[in-house]
């Protein structure tokens, strides 16, 4: 039997991993068996760059915080050696760099399991949410759009003015 801080030590844990799941959009459980720590740190800057928590988790304790959370089909996955990756700001963040570096680094580094928005996500979601593009990206391709459209209609505007004989005189400034 643990002792009594012992056990608080990891019911804290615990209630730390419940409460970064609930407040994540979405989640990967990865194996990172034989990564090297280049590799781990280079995995690490990235992730943190894009918003994403990246750490090796327990086994029992994140069953315990998944078993909380009603996410149990979760509990098979959690063999060998496994890190989480969280965001709760841009969803598919995790899954593009997880991917990415699941591609590059081959069989040492690969998806077990991953969840969005508290539902566990067959392999096929999990891939076709690894293609898709970062918030980010989309929200400059909408920028680049908008900044399209208002040119054309500036030079839309320019031709109807030059076209009714130009922009009317303005009136004497009072004095």
């Known amino acids: 039997m643990p002792n009594a801080k012992v056990l608080s030590e990891k019911q804290a844990i615990v209630a730390a991993l419940v409460?970064?799941?609930?407040n994540a959009?979405?989640?990967?459980?990865?194996?990172?068996k034989g990564i090297t720590v280049a590799e781990d740190t280079e995995?690490?800057?990235?992730?943190?760059?894009?918003?994403?928590?990246?750490?090796?988790?327990k086994n029992t304790l994140t069953r315990k915080a998944l078993d909380q959370l009603d996410m149990s089909a979760l509990d098979e996955h959690l063999n060998g050696t496994t890190s989480l990756a969280t965001c709760s700001t841009d969803p598919i963040a995790p899954f593009r760099l997880i991917n990415?570096?699941?591609?590059?680094?081959?069989?040492?580094f690969n998806i077990k399991a991953a969840f969005m928005e508290g539902k566990v996500l067959?392999?096929?979601?999990?891939?076709?949410?690894?293609?898709?593009?970062?918030?980010?990206?989309?929200?400059s391709k909408l920028a680049?759009?908008?900044?399209?459209?208002?040119?054309?209609?500036?030079?839309c505007l320019a031709e109807v003015i030059e076209q009714k004989g130009g922009a009317p005189e303005s009136a004497p400034a009072a004095e």
Not at 43 to 57: C, E, F, I, Q, T
């Open 19 to 22: 409460e970064r799941i609930q």
């Open 122 to 139: 067959s392999e096929q979601e999990i891939a076709e949410l690894s293609t898709l593009t970062s918030k980010n990206d989309l929200y």
């Open 25 to 32: 959009q979405s989640g990967i459980l990865v194996d990172y």
């Open 43 to 57: 995995l690490r800057a990235a992730l943190r760059k894009d918003g994403v928590d990246y750490s090796v988790v």
């Open 144 to 155: 680049g759009s908008l900044n399209a459209i208002m040119g054309g209609l500036a030079v």
């Open 100 to 108: 990415e570096y699941s591609k590059k680094l081959n069989e040492r």
